[in-house]
């Protein structure tokens, strides 16, 4: 409670609040798990952002300072926009922070809510994910297979390996998928069941 704040009376209201929309759907022992395993990676990856930067401020200071650009601190800049962007996929939809139009969405009860959700894994995001994950596997194997690097004079080798980044950023989401499977399913249908924690949240 902050200073000034009568006893019992809501905590004054954040600008920010009208902008954040968490769909409160149950956990489970498996999306617990599942969610916490993303949760780390997604903690973990959030620092490349500040390596990203420093090469940006390094990047532009040896360009307008010195008068020397460098063509691998370019694209080791859209490597790490890149590994960060795809990584951190799994982690928006974990903590259900991805871009909604909730124009009517934000007005529906919770099962109302459960079933867009269960529609939207079902019909839209798993199906996404799998013709991406289909088509990146020869798109991957054809880099490796020729030990693909830049064309540009300078530029980084092992340029499958960024690509290869699509592959593991579209199976954590699907990880990530199939926790916000679980919960909606327990939600709807009780199976699997809920953890005592939800219950009591």
């Known amino acids: 409670m902050t200073e000034g704040t ?33 949760r780390r990676i997604g903690d973990a990856i959030s620092w490349i952002w500040l390596v990203l930067v420093a090469i940006i401020v390094l990047n532009v200071t040896m360009r307008y300072v010195f008068g020397e650009g460098r063509i691998e601190f370019e694209e ?64 991957v194997t054809y880099s490796v297979s020729i030990n693909e690097v830049s064309e540009a004079p300078g530029g980084l080798p092992l340029r499958w390996v960024i690509k290869a980044v699509l592959l593991l950023g579209f199976g954590l989401l699907a990880v990530s998928a199939l926790s916000r499977l679980l919960r909606v399913t327990a939600c709807l249908f009780g199976v699997p069941s809920a953890t005592d924690r939800s219950r009591s949240e």
């Open 6 to 38: 009568p006893s019992g009376a809501p905590e004054p209201h954040s600008d920010l609040d009208e902008f954040v929309h968490h769909t409160a759907l149950p956990q489970t022992r498996i999306s617990d798990a599942l969610d916490g395993f993303i």
């Open 76 to 139: 080791i800049q859209w490597h790490i926009y890149s590994f960060g962007f795809l990584l951190g996929l799994s982690y928006c939809l974990q903590a259900d922070d991805h871009v909604r139009v909730d124009v009517l969405y934000d007005r529906f009860s919770l099962k109302a809510k459960a079933w867009v959700e269960l529609c939207g894994i079902l019909f839209f995001l798993l199906p996404f994910i799998f013709l991406v994950v289909f088509y990146a596997i020869p798109f």
